[in-house]
């Protein structure tokens, strides 16, 4: 009689329910691929800030690019530009001089997406000098 | 009768433990990828810049200065005014004694140039010269327009 519940209770071990375990696992394995959320890839675009009294009025210095920015978009030269325009007019002039300096001029009123979009065409024209004012 | 019983005995004795092992793998793998809290105001949208150098792992005294659209100011999300943030970055620079730790300005496209002003203003007052705005280098977790 022993013999035979000892018997039984070995055979009923590996009778275990893994249906739960499993139904839980799946369900846990469910919740984190549903809140992983991809990350978008960053990007880092570096200027100089001089101090507005340290420096000379960039405007009357010679081998310098200006760029105005206001809350209508990018003056280059006086004139408005769409962002293509300038990024050819910039091209234009990276092909003489890398290290020529850029400054970027921003009025108060003007959204941050086209100073950020001014330094990204630099960027791409390899353009290193880059500096903003603010008006 | 005997015969049933013996079949489904066998249906039973597929071995779990390779398939558990696995699951638990990839649960171990999502739960210490997981991060439930962002540290970061996730309502700011950032413009797309792909040509700048990609943000990879930054050295651990960098440091984030967000702008929301409204102009809020924050690091790690956590709202503070322009005297507050001098502060800190006084504070950084007297800790490690120059002033070429990165700063990093995470401003919503669009914000007004005031707001990121006032940021670059104390950033410039603290003896930082050289800033940095993070942009979009590439979309991953859909785009904003």
Not at chain 1, 40 to 59: C, E, N, V
Not at chain 1, 71 to 86: A, E, Q
Request: hydrophobic share 40%; glycine share 4%; with cysteine.
């Amino acid at each position: 009689m022993k013999k035979s519940r000892k018997r039984r209770i070995t055979d009923d071990q590996p009778e275990l329910e893994m249906t739960p375990m499993i139904d839980v696992v799946f369900q846990l394995l469910i919740f984190f691929i549903v809140t992983l959320k991809k990350e978008d890839i960053l990007s880092m675009l570096s200027a100089a800030r001089p101090a507005a009294d340290s420096a000379a009025d960039p405007r009357n210095q010679p081998n310098v690019i200006n760029i105005e920015i206001n809350n209508m978009g990018f003056v280059y030269r006086g004139t408005p530009v769409s962002k293509n325009l300038l990024e050819r007019r910039l091209a234009s002039m990276a092909v003489y001089d890398k290290k020529v300096s850029v400054v970027i001029r921003c009025t108060a009123d003007s959204p941050h997406k086209f100073l950020v979009q001014t330094l990204d065409i630099c960027y791409k024209l390899q353009l290193q000098n880059l500096a903003i004012f603010s008006m | 009768m005997a015969r049933e019983r013996k079949s489904y005995s066998t249906g039973s004795d597929l071995n779990m433990t390779p398939m558990i092992d696995v699951v638990f793998q990839l649960i171990i793998f999502f739960v210490v990828t997981l991060k439930m809290t962002k540290d970061e105001n996730t309502d700011i949208e950032l413009e797309d810049g792909k040509h700048g150098p990609i943000v990879k792992e930054m050295p651990p005294q960098t440091l984030i200065i967000e702008v929301a659209r409204n102009g809020r100011i924050s690091i790690h999300n956590a709202a503070m005014n322009e005297r507050m943030l001098q502060e800190i970055l006084i504070g950084r620079v007297n800790r490690f004694r120059n002033t070429s730790f990165p700063v990093l300005i995470r401003a919503d496209y669009r914000t007004k140039h005031r707001d990121v002003k006032r940021v670059m203003d104390v950033c410039t007052s603290a003896g930082i010269w050289k800033l940095s705005f993070v942009a979009i280098q590439e979309h991953k977790a859909g785009g904003k327009k």
